[in-house]
Protein backbone atom coordinates (compact mmCIF):
# COMPACT_ATOMS: atom_id res chain seq x y z
CA UNK A 1 0.00 0.00 0.00
CA UNK A 2 1.32 2.76 -0.70
CA UNK A 3 1.44 6.66 1.04
CA UNK A 4 1.09 10.16 0.72
CA UNK A 5 3.64 12.57 0.70
CA UNK A 6 3.20 15.26 3.05
CA UNK A 7 3.76 18.68 0.99
CA UNK A 8 6.43 20.98 2.22
CA UNK A 9 5.65 24.21 3.74
CA UNK A 10 6.67 26.18 0.86
CA UNK A 11 3.30 25.10 -1.01
CA UNK A 12 4.55 21.97 -2.92
CA UNK A 13 2.05 21.14 -5.83
CA UNK A 14 3.75 17.83 -6.82
CA UNK A 15 4.27 15.83 -4.47
CA UNK A 16 0.34 14.86 -3.49
CA UNK A 17 1.10 11.20 -5.02
CA UNK A 18 3.72 8.99 -5.44
CA UNK A 19 6.12 7.28 -7.21
CA UNK A 20 6.35 3.66 -8.04
CA UNK A 21 9.26 1.17 -7.44
CA UNK A 22 10.25 1.37 -11.16
CA UNK A 23 9.43 5.08 -11.95
CA UNK A 24 12.24 7.95 -12.63
CA UNK A 25 11.53 10.64 -10.08
CA UNK A 26 12.66 13.81 -10.57
CA UNK A 27 13.03 16.33 -7.87
CA UNK A 28 12.97 20.16 -8.54
CA UNK A 29 13.05 22.36 -5.62
CA UNK A 30 11.22 25.36 -7.50
CA UNK A 31 7.68 25.34 -8.86
CA UNK A 32 8.76 27.25 -11.89
CA UNK A 33 11.23 24.57 -12.56
CA UNK A 34 9.21 21.76 -12.26
CA UNK A 35 7.16 23.41 -14.44
CA UNK A 36 9.55 23.29 -17.18
CA UNK A 37 10.66 20.06 -16.61
CA UNK A 38 6.89 18.85 -17.30
CA UNK A 39 6.77 21.07 -20.51
CA UNK A 40 9.43 19.15 -21.92
CA UNK A 41 8.38 15.92 -20.89
CA UNK A 42 5.12 16.65 -22.68
CA UNK A 43 6.78 18.00 -25.80
CA UNK A 44 8.57 14.37 -25.73
CA UNK A 45 5.06 12.44 -25.24
CA UNK A 46 4.12 14.95 -28.37
CA UNK A 47 6.51 13.60 -30.72
CA UNK A 48 8.85 16.56 -30.25
CA UNK A 49 11.20 16.25 -27.49
CA UNK A 50 13.30 13.63 -28.53
CA UNK A 51 12.97 11.32 -25.94
CA UNK A 52 12.47 7.26 -25.63
CA UNK A 53 11.12 5.82 -28.72
CA UNK A 54 7.81 4.40 -28.52
CA UNK A 55 7.18 0.84 -27.81
CA UNK A 56 10.24 1.92 -24.55
CA UNK A 57 8.39 4.26 -22.69
CA UNK A 58 8.21 3.00 -19.13
CA UNK A 59 4.47 1.73 -18.06
CA UNK A 60 4.67 4.92 -15.46
CA UNK A 61 6.35 7.60 -16.83
CA UNK A 62 8.37 9.94 -14.69
CA UNK A 63 7.33 11.37 -11.31
CA UNK A 64 8.18 15.58 -11.22
CA UNK A 65 8.13 16.53 -7.61
CA UNK A 66 8.62 19.74 -6.26
CA UNK A 67 11.06 19.38 -3.05
CA UNK A 68 11.45 23.07 -1.91
CA UNK A 69 13.83 25.64 -2.00
CA UNK A 70 16.70 25.83 -0.07
CA UNK A 71 18.89 23.36 2.03
CA UNK A 72 15.95 23.01 5.27
CA UNK A 73 13.18 21.93 2.74
CA UNK A 74 15.80 19.68 0.60
CA UNK A 75 16.88 18.13 3.70
CA UNK A 76 13.24 17.77 5.11
CA UNK A 77 11.78 15.89 1.66
CA UNK A 78 15.41 14.16 1.46
CA UNK A 79 14.11 12.40 5.01
CA UNK A 80 10.50 11.47 2.96
CA UNK A 81 12.08 10.15 -0.12
CA UNK A 82 14.82 7.97 1.42
CA UNK A 83 11.53 5.84 2.98
CA UNK A 84 9.39 6.02 -0.48
CA UNK A 85 9.79 3.67 -3.64
CA UNK A 86 11.26 5.22 -6.87
CA UNK A 87 13.78 3.48 -9.57
CA UNK A 88 15.97 6.34 -10.32
CA UNK A 89 16.40 9.99 -8.48
CA UNK A 90 17.17 12.53 -11.12
CA UNK A 91 17.88 16.22 -9.73
CA UNK A 92 16.90 19.10 -11.69
CA UNK A 93 17.08 23.11 -11.80
CA UNK A 94 19.14 26.32 -11.92
CA UNK A 95 22.32 26.58 -10.48
CA UNK A 96 25.42 29.33 -10.21
CA UNK A 97 27.91 28.79 -12.08
CA UNK A 98 31.26 29.15 -10.19
CA UNK A 99 33.58 29.13 -13.31
CA UNK A 100 34.44 32.00 -15.63
CA UNK A 101 34.18 29.92 -18.89
CA UNK A 102 30.36 28.73 -17.68
CA UNK A 103 27.21 31.39 -19.69
CA UNK A 104 23.59 31.15 -18.60
CA UNK A 105 22.21 28.46 -20.21
CA UNK A 106 24.90 25.75 -19.81
CA UNK A 107 24.16 22.75 -18.54
CA UNK A 108 26.02 20.89 -15.57
CA UNK A 109 26.05 17.59 -14.96
CA UNK A 110 27.32 16.45 -11.55
CA UNK A 111 29.80 13.93 -11.05
CA UNK A 112 29.84 14.62 -7.36
CA UNK A 113 27.10 16.14 -5.44
CA UNK A 114 28.58 16.80 -1.84
CA UNK A 115 29.90 13.44 -0.76
CA UNK A 116 27.64 11.74 -3.46
CA UNK A 117 29.41 10.07 -6.13
CA UNK A 118 27.02 10.41 -9.69
CA UNK A 119 29.22 7.69 -11.88
CA UNK A 120 26.87 7.79 -14.91
CA UNK A 121 27.19 11.37 -15.58
CA UNK A 122 29.05 11.18 -18.62
CA UNK A 123 26.92 9.12 -20.32
CA UNK A 124 24.75 11.57 -19.31
CA UNK A 125 26.46 14.97 -20.60
CA UNK A 126 27.24 12.86 -23.48
CA UNK A 127 23.93 12.45 -24.30
CA UNK A 128 22.62 15.62 -23.62
CA UNK A 129 25.67 16.98 -25.94
CA UNK A 130 24.00 14.97 -28.58
CA UNK A 131 20.66 16.44 -28.23
CA UNK A 132 22.24 19.57 -29.40
CA UNK A 133 22.56 21.08 -25.59
CA UNK A 134 25.66 22.96 -23.83
CA UNK A 135 26.58 20.46 -21.33
CA UNK A 136 29.84 19.36 -19.06
CA UNK A 137 30.65 17.25 -16.44
CA UNK A 138 31.90 18.73 -12.71
CA UNK A 139 31.82 18.65 -9.44
CA UNK A 140 28.37 20.53 -7.88
CA UNK A 141 28.48 21.86 -4.00
CA UNK A 142 25.40 22.54 -2.27
CA UNK A 143 25.56 25.75 0.15
CA UNK A 144 23.09 27.51 2.28
CA UNK A 145 22.51 30.98 0.58
CA UNK A 146 23.53 32.58 -2.32
CA UNK A 147 27.18 33.03 -3.48
CA UNK A 148 28.81 36.07 -3.56
CA UNK A 149 31.67 36.89 -6.56
CA UNK A 150 34.18 36.29 -3.82
CA UNK A 151 32.87 33.32 -2.61
CA UNK A 152 32.69 31.68 -5.81
CA UNK A 153 36.49 32.14 -6.65
CA UNK A 154 37.16 29.94 -3.50
CA UNK A 155 35.15 27.63 -4.27
CA UNK A 156 36.34 27.36 -7.60
CA UNK A 157 39.05 27.06 -6.68
CA UNK A 158 38.36 24.08 -4.62
CA UNK A 159 37.20 22.95 -7.71
CA UNK A 160 33.36 23.05 -7.60
CA UNK A 161 31.59 24.06 -11.05
CA UNK A 162 28.21 24.46 -9.53
CA UNK A 163 26.35 25.83 -6.22
CA UNK A 164 22.91 24.67 -5.43
CA UNK A 165 20.95 24.91 -2.05
CA UNK A 166 19.04 21.55 -2.50
CA UNK A 167 20.92 18.77 -4.57
CA UNK A 168 23.09 17.23 -1.59
CA UNK A 169 20.61 16.11 0.63
CA UNK A 170 18.25 15.03 -2.15
CA UNK A 171 21.11 12.76 -3.42
CA UNK A 172 22.09 11.11 -0.31
CA UNK A 173 18.62 10.09 -0.35
CA UNK A 174 19.08 7.66 -3.31
CA UNK A 175 20.46 5.39 -1.10
CA UNK A 176 21.84 3.62 -3.77
CA UNK A 177 19.77 3.50 -6.15
CA UNK A 178 21.07 5.50 -9.66
CA UNK A 179 21.08 8.86 -9.19
CA UNK A 180 22.26 12.11 -11.47
CA UNK A 181 22.17 15.75 -11.47
CA UNK A 182 21.31 18.13 -13.67
CA UNK A 183 21.67 21.76 -12.92
CA UNK A 184 21.30 24.83 -15.52
CA UNK A 185 23.70 27.88 -15.03
CA UNK A 186 21.57 30.91 -14.35
CA UNK A 187 24.57 32.97 -13.25
CA UNK A 188 28.15 33.01 -13.45
CA UNK A 189 31.13 35.41 -12.04
CA UNK A 190 30.65 37.07 -15.27
CA UNK A 191 26.88 37.32 -15.23
CA UNK A 192 26.44 37.63 -11.34
CA UNK A 193 23.14 37.88 -9.72
CA UNK A 194 22.11 41.14 -10.91
CA UNK A 195 21.21 39.42 -14.21
CA UNK A 196 19.89 36.45 -12.57
CA UNK A 197 16.60 37.45 -14.51
CA UNK A 198 17.49 36.81 -18.15
CA UNK A 199 20.17 34.08 -16.74
CA UNK A 200 17.05 32.38 -15.31
CA UNK A 201 15.01 32.10 -18.23
CA UNK A 202 17.92 30.65 -20.28
CA UNK A 203 18.45 28.29 -17.96
CA UNK A 204 14.62 27.36 -17.48
CA UNK A 205 14.88 26.83 -21.57
CA UNK A 206 17.44 24.23 -21.60
CA UNK A 207 16.21 22.28 -18.19
CA UNK A 208 12.66 21.98 -20.35
CA UNK A 209 15.29 21.01 -23.53
CA UNK A 210 17.22 18.64 -21.10
CA UNK A 211 13.80 16.47 -19.90
CA UNK A 212 13.38 14.17 -22.64
CA UNK A 213 17.46 13.38 -21.85
CA UNK A 214 16.58 12.78 -18.32
CA UNK A 215 13.93 10.41 -19.64
CA UNK A 216 16.08 8.57 -21.68
CA UNK A 217 18.56 8.39 -18.79
CA UNK A 218 16.35 6.34 -16.59
CA UNK A 219 15.11 3.91 -19.19
CA UNK A 220 18.79 2.59 -19.28
CA UNK A 221 19.03 1.93 -15.85
CA UNK A 222 18.62 -1.72 -14.97
CA UNK A 223 20.82 -4.14 -13.12
CA UNK A 224 23.43 -5.83 -15.85
CA UNK A 225 26.13 -7.83 -16.32
CA UNK A 226 29.58 -6.68 -17.86
CA UNK A 227 31.60 -8.95 -19.34
CA UNK A 228 34.92 -7.46 -20.20
CA UNK A 229 38.04 -8.97 -22.78
CA UNK A 230 41.34 -10.03 -21.96
CA UNK A 231 43.84 -9.30 -23.07
CA UNK A 232 42.74 -5.64 -24.21
CA UNK A 233 43.77 -2.38 -24.57
CA UNK A 234 47.77 -1.20 -24.68
CA UNK A 235 50.25 -3.39 -26.41
CA UNK A 236 53.87 -3.59 -26.56
CA UNK A 237 54.25 -1.82 -29.28
CA UNK A 238 51.90 0.86 -28.50
CA UNK A 239 53.50 1.30 -24.73
CA UNK A 240 57.21 1.64 -26.41
CA UNK A 241 55.93 4.63 -28.75
CA UNK A 242 53.73 6.49 -25.92
CA UNK A 243 56.71 5.47 -24.11
CA UNK A 244 59.90 7.31 -26.02
CA UNK A 245 57.43 10.40 -26.69
CA UNK A 246 56.91 10.60 -22.58
CA UNK A 247 61.31 10.52 -21.74
CA UNK A 248 62.28 12.83 -24.97
CA UNK A 249 59.57 15.09 -23.47
CA UNK A 250 61.34 14.59 -19.50
CA UNK A 251 64.76 14.82 -21.22
CA UNK A 252 64.62 17.55 -23.52
CA UNK A 253 61.55 19.77 -22.57
CA UNK A 254 58.76 20.85 -24.70
CA UNK A 255 58.19 21.22 -27.61
CA UNK A 256 58.73 18.25 -29.05
CA UNK A 257 57.29 16.72 -32.49
CA UNK A 258 56.07 13.83 -33.47
CA UNK A 259 55.28 12.76 -37.12
CA UNK A 260 51.53 11.58 -37.54
CA UNK A 261 49.50 10.85 -34.37
CA UNK A 262 52.38 8.56 -32.20
CA UNK A 263 48.99 6.02 -32.11
CA UNK A 264 45.88 6.20 -33.36
CA UNK A 265 44.64 7.37 -29.90
CA UNK A 266 43.01 10.64 -29.49
CA UNK A 267 43.13 10.61 -25.58
CA UNK A 268 46.68 9.50 -26.20
CA UNK A 269 47.47 12.32 -28.60
CA UNK A 270 45.69 14.76 -26.43
CA UNK A 271 47.38 13.72 -23.21
CA UNK A 272 51.02 14.40 -24.93
CA UNK A 273 49.19 17.52 -26.31
CA UNK A 274 49.03 18.98 -22.93
CA UNK A 275 52.37 18.08 -22.11
CA UNK A 276 54.04 19.97 -24.84
CA UNK A 277 53.99 17.53 -27.77
CA UNK A 278 53.22 18.56 -31.53
CA UNK A 279 51.82 16.35 -33.85
CA UNK A 280 52.78 17.24 -37.75
CA UNK A 281 51.67 15.64 -41.03
CA UNK A 282 54.69 16.51 -42.46
CA UNK A 283 58.42 17.37 -41.83
CA UNK A 284 58.37 21.07 -43.40
CA UNK A 285 56.12 21.28 -40.32
CA UNK A 286 59.53 20.66 -37.99
CA UNK A 287 62.08 23.60 -38.05
CA UNK A 288 65.38 23.02 -39.16
CA UNK A 289 67.66 20.81 -36.96
CA UNK A 290 64.80 20.13 -34.57
CA UNK A 291 63.75 16.27 -33.15
CA UNK A 292 61.07 14.61 -34.45
CA UNK A 293 59.60 11.34 -33.64
CA UNK A 294 58.65 9.13 -36.05
CA UNK A 295 55.09 7.33 -35.18
CA UNK A 296 54.54 3.77 -34.70
CA UNK A 297 52.91 3.11 -37.74
CA UNK A 298 56.23 3.30 -39.68
CA UNK A 299 57.77 5.97 -42.29
CA UNK A 300 59.11 5.04 -45.90
CA UNK A 301 62.56 5.33 -46.67
CA UNK A 302 61.56 8.80 -48.69
CA UNK A 303 60.79 10.47 -45.06
CA UNK A 304 63.63 9.36 -43.62
CA UNK A 305 65.75 11.22 -46.45
CA UNK A 306 63.69 14.16 -46.11
CA UNK A 307 64.85 14.23 -42.08
CA UNK A 308 68.32 14.12 -43.27
CA UNK A 309 68.38 16.18 -45.60
CA UNK A 310 66.60 18.61 -42.88
CA UNK A 311 69.33 17.45 -40.70
CA UNK A 312 66.70 16.54 -38.14
CA UNK A 313 67.23 14.56 -34.98
CA UNK A 314 65.20 11.64 -35.82
CA UNK A 315 64.13 9.42 -33.33
CA UNK A 316 62.12 6.36 -34.37
CA UNK A 317 59.12 4.80 -32.46
CA UNK A 318 58.30 2.67 -35.13
CA UNK A 319 56.41 -0.94 -34.01
CA UNK A 320 59.49 -3.21 -34.07
CA UNK A 321 56.73 -5.54 -35.79
CA UNK A 322 56.05 -2.97 -38.63
CA UNK A 323 59.78 -2.90 -39.32
CA UNK A 324 59.74 -6.50 -39.72
CA UNK A 325 57.67 -5.98 -42.44
CA UNK A 326 59.11 -3.54 -43.90
CA UNK A 327 62.50 -5.71 -43.95
CA UNK A 328 60.49 -8.37 -45.97
CA UNK A 329 59.10 -6.18 -48.26
CA UNK A 330 62.14 -4.98 -49.06
CA UNK A 331 64.09 -8.89 -49.10
CA UNK A 332 60.85 -10.35 -51.45
CA UNK A 333 61.58 -7.65 -53.95
CA UNK A 334 65.16 -7.57 -54.15
CA UNK A 335 64.87 -11.49 -55.11
CA UNK A 336 62.70 -10.24 -57.73
CA UNK A 337 59.26 -10.90 -56.28
CA UNK A 338 55.97 -8.80 -57.33
CA UNK A 339 54.78 -7.85 -53.53
CA UNK A 340 51.13 -8.11 -53.34
CA UNK A 341 50.59 -6.05 -49.75
CA UNK A 342 46.97 -7.05 -48.50
CA UNK A 343 45.71 -3.69 -46.34
CA UNK A 344 43.66 -0.23 -46.63
CA UNK A 345 44.48 2.39 -48.89
CA UNK A 346 45.65 5.62 -46.69
CA UNK A 347 46.19 4.16 -43.84
CA UNK A 348 49.96 5.38 -42.57
CA UNK A 349 51.34 1.89 -42.30
CA UNK A 350 50.90 0.49 -45.47
CA UNK A 351 52.30 4.09 -47.06
CA UNK A 352 55.01 3.24 -45.11
CA UNK A 353 55.28 -0.10 -46.21
CA UNK A 354 54.67 0.66 -50.20
CA UNK A 355 57.55 3.22 -49.75
CA UNK A 356 60.17 -0.06 -48.92
CA UNK A 357 59.42 -1.02 -52.66
CA UNK A 358 57.21 1.24 -54.44
CA UNK A 359 57.66 -0.01 -58.09
CA UNK A 360 57.34 -4.04 -56.74
CA UNK A 361 54.36 -3.47 -54.53
CA UNK A 362 51.26 -3.57 -55.01
CA UNK A 363 47.89 -2.94 -52.76
CA UNK A 364 45.53 -5.49 -52.71
CA UNK A 365 42.31 -4.57 -50.50
CA UNK A 366 39.82 -7.36 -51.08
CA UNK A 367 39.63 -10.72 -52.62
CA UNK A 368 38.24 -9.24 -55.76
CA UNK A 369 41.56 -7.01 -55.91
CA UNK A 370 43.65 -10.18 -56.72
CA UNK A 371 41.93 -10.92 -60.15
CA UNK A 372 43.32 -7.69 -61.32
CA UNK A 373 46.89 -8.32 -60.41
CA UNK A 374 49.35 -8.88 -63.49
CA UNK A 375 53.07 -9.45 -62.04
CA UNK A 376 55.83 -9.97 -64.40
CA UNK A 377 56.12 -13.58 -63.63
CA UNK A 378 52.99 -15.78 -62.20
CA UNK A 379 55.38 -18.15 -60.37
CA UNK A 380 57.69 -14.90 -58.43
CA UNK A 381 54.56 -13.53 -56.03
CA UNK A 382 54.46 -12.72 -52.60
CA UNK A 383 52.27 -11.41 -50.14
CA UNK A 384 52.39 -9.26 -46.54
CA UNK A 385 50.01 -7.95 -44.52
CA UNK A 386 49.13 -4.49 -42.86
CA UNK A 387 49.43 -5.48 -38.94
CA UNK A 388 46.03 -4.19 -37.61
CA UNK A 389 43.93 -6.61 -40.03
CA UNK A 390 40.57 -8.57 -39.29
CA UNK A 391 42.44 -12.23 -39.38
CA UNK A 392 39.24 -13.21 -41.35
CA UNK A 393 39.52 -10.27 -43.94
CA UNK A 394 43.18 -10.92 -44.37
CA UNK A 395 42.71 -14.72 -44.86
CA UNK A 396 40.70 -14.23 -47.46
CA UNK A 397 42.19 -11.90 -49.47
CA UNK A 398 45.42 -14.78 -48.92
CA UNK A 399 43.48 -17.72 -50.15
CA UNK A 400 42.39 -15.93 -52.88
CA UNK A 401 46.00 -15.38 -53.95
CA UNK A 402 47.21 -18.75 -53.16
CA UNK A 403 44.42 -19.86 -55.37
CA UNK A 404 45.37 -17.83 -58.52
CA UNK A 405 49.10 -18.24 -57.60
CA UNK A 406 49.69 -21.68 -56.57
CA UNK A 407 53.43 -20.82 -55.72
CA UNK A 408 52.77 -17.34 -53.95
CA UNK A 409 55.18 -16.66 -51.21
CA UNK A 410 53.59 -16.32 -47.54
CA UNK A 411 56.02 -13.93 -44.73
CA UNK A 412 58.08 -15.85 -42.50
CA UNK A 413 56.00 -15.53 -39.82
CA UNK A 414 52.30 -14.18 -39.49
CA UNK A 415 52.61 -10.18 -40.23
CA UNK A 416 49.17 -9.60 -38.20
CA UNK A 417 50.41 -8.63 -34.82
CA UNK A 418 49.67 -10.67 -32.06
CA UNK A 419 48.21 -7.96 -29.86
CA UNK A 420 45.73 -7.84 -33.28
CA UNK A 421 44.90 -11.72 -33.64
CA UNK A 422 44.60 -11.71 -29.73
CA UNK A 423 42.26 -8.85 -29.23
CA UNK A 424 40.09 -10.38 -31.84
CA UNK A 425 39.59 -13.67 -30.41
CA UNK A 426 39.24 -12.22 -27.01
CA UNK A 427 36.21 -10.17 -28.74
CA UNK A 428 34.88 -13.17 -30.36
CA UNK A 429 34.66 -15.00 -26.83
CA UNK A 430 32.77 -12.35 -24.94
CA UNK A 431 30.55 -11.52 -28.32
CA UNK A 432 29.05 -14.99 -28.51
CA UNK A 433 27.01 -13.98 -24.46
CA UNK A 434 26.64 -10.61 -24.77
CA UNK A 435 23.44 -8.52 -26.40
CA UNK A 436 25.86 -5.49 -27.21
CA UNK A 437 29.67 -4.91 -27.45
CA UNK A 438 31.18 -1.33 -26.21
CA UNK A 439 34.99 -1.42 -27.99
CA UNK A 440 36.73 1.61 -26.76
CA UNK A 441 38.94 3.14 -29.55
CA UNK A 442 39.17 5.90 -31.84
CA UNK A 443 37.62 5.75 -35.20
CA UNK A 444 41.46 6.08 -36.90
CA UNK A 445 42.14 3.17 -35.12
CA UNK A 446 42.28 0.14 -37.92
CA UNK A 447 42.61 -2.55 -34.81
CA UNK A 448 39.57 -1.04 -32.98
CA UNK A 449 37.41 -0.30 -36.34
CA UNK A 450 38.38 -4.44 -36.91
CA UNK A 451 37.22 -5.51 -33.49
CA UNK A 452 33.92 -3.98 -34.43
CA UNK A 453 33.69 -5.59 -37.39
CA UNK A 454 34.36 -9.21 -35.61
CA UNK A 455 31.37 -8.72 -33.48
CA UNK A 456 29.37 -7.67 -35.94
CA UNK A 457 29.96 -10.65 -38.58
CA UNK A 458 29.39 -13.03 -35.32
CA UNK A 459 26.15 -11.07 -35.11
CA UNK A 460 26.16 -9.26 -31.94
CA UNK A 461 25.38 -5.29 -32.51
CA UNK A 462 28.99 -3.15 -31.64
CA UNK A 463 29.53 0.45 -30.98
CA UNK A 464 33.53 1.96 -31.43
CA UNK A 465 33.28 4.63 -28.79
CA UNK A 466 36.34 6.95 -27.66
CA UNK A 467 35.40 7.21 -24.10
CA UNK A 468 31.50 6.67 -21.78
CA UNK A 469 30.61 10.16 -23.04
CA UNK A 470 30.10 8.35 -26.67
CA UNK A 471 27.92 5.87 -24.99
CA UNK A 472 24.43 6.52 -26.53
CA UNK A 473 21.79 5.69 -24.16
CA UNK A 474 19.45 4.24 -26.38
CA UNK A 475 21.97 1.25 -26.90
CA UNK A 476 21.97 0.17 -23.64
CA UNK A 477 17.41 0.06 -23.53
CA UNK A 478 16.61 -3.30 -23.13
CA UNK A 479 20.07 -4.64 -22.71
CA UNK A 480 21.49 -7.21 -19.53
CA UNK A 481 24.61 -8.04 -20.89
CA UNK A 482 27.12 -6.02 -22.26
CA UNK A 483 30.64 -6.60 -23.44
CA UNK A 484 33.80 -4.22 -23.22
CA UNK A 485 37.10 -4.03 -24.86
CA UNK A 486 39.48 -2.06 -26.21
CA UNK A 487 41.84 -1.67 -28.99
CA UNK A 488 45.62 -2.12 -29.02
CA UNK A 489 45.84 2.00 -28.77
CA UNK A 490 43.37 2.71 -26.59
CA UNK A 491 44.54 3.02 -22.60
CA UNK A 492 43.42 1.54 -19.72
CA UNK A 493 42.00 4.21 -17.98
CA UNK A 494 39.70 4.50 -20.94
CA UNK A 495 38.21 1.06 -19.98
CA UNK A 496 37.94 1.99 -16.30
CA UNK A 497 35.92 5.02 -16.78
CA UNK A 498 33.28 2.76 -19.06
CA UNK A 499 33.01 0.55 -16.27
CA UNK A 500 32.18 3.17 -13.66
CA UNK A 501 30.10 5.41 -15.79
CA UNK A 502 27.79 1.87 -16.48
CA UNK A 503 27.74 1.12 -13.42
CA UNK A 504 25.92 4.32 -12.45
CA UNK A 505 22.79 2.62 -14.12
CA UNK A 506 22.38 0.28 -11.36
CA UNK A 507 24.01 -2.86 -10.32
CA UNK A 508 26.22 -4.05 -12.45
CA UNK A 509 28.41 -7.28 -12.01
CA UNK A 510 31.92 -7.34 -13.78
CA UNK A 511 33.32 -10.90 -15.20
CA UNK A 512 36.41 -10.70 -16.89
CA UNK A 513 37.16 -13.37 -20.14
CA UNK A 514 40.57 -14.04 -20.36
CA UNK A 515 41.58 -16.28 -23.67
CA UNK A 516 45.40 -15.36 -23.60
CA UNK A 517 48.22 -13.58 -21.22
CA UNK A 518 50.33 -11.43 -22.75
CA UNK A 519 54.48 -11.19 -21.95
CA UNK A 520 55.69 -9.17 -24.86
CA UNK A 521 57.78 -6.35 -23.63
CA UNK A 522 59.78 -4.24 -26.94
CA UNK A 523 63.14 -2.58 -26.27
CA UNK A 524 63.70 0.91 -26.52
CA UNK A 525 66.20 3.00 -28.98
CA UNK A 526 69.24 3.37 -27.91
CA UNK A 527 68.56 7.51 -28.22
CA UNK A 528 66.11 7.06 -24.94
CA UNK A 529 67.45 4.79 -22.80
CA UNK A 530 68.12 5.68 -19.19
Same mark, same amino acid.
Given at each position: ?161 ? #???? $? ?5 ? /??? @??? *? &? !?? %? ?110 ? #???? $? ?5 ? /??? @??? *? &? !?? %? ?110 ? #? ?9 ? /? ?90
Amino acid at each position: MTETIPRPRDGDTGADDVSTPDQLLICAPMGIEARAIRRGLRARAGGSGGGVPPGQLSADPPKVLRTGYGTTRAARQAERLSQRPFGQMLIMGVGGGLSTDLTPGDLVVGTEVGVVTCPSAPLLAGELRRAGLPARTGRITTVDHLVRRAERAALAADGWLL #ADME $SAPLAAA /ADG @RPV *A &V !IR %AVSDTPHHPLAGIVSGGLAALRTLRAAAPVAERWAAACGTRQLLLAGPRSFCAGVDRAIEIVERVLERQGAPVYVRKQIVHNTRVVGDLERRGAIFVDELDQVPDGATVVFS #AHGV $SPMVRDE /AAR @RGL *A &V !ID %ATCPLVSKVHAEARRFADAGYTVALIGHAGHEEVEGTLGEAPEATVLLQTAADVAALRPQDGERVAYLMQTTLSVDEAAEVAGALRERFPSVRAPGSDDICYATTNRQAAVR #AIAAESDLVLV /AGSANSSNSVRLVETCERAGTPAHLIDGAEDIQLEWLTGVSTVGLTAGASAPPAVVEEIISALSGLGALTVTERVTTTESIRFGLPKEVRQ
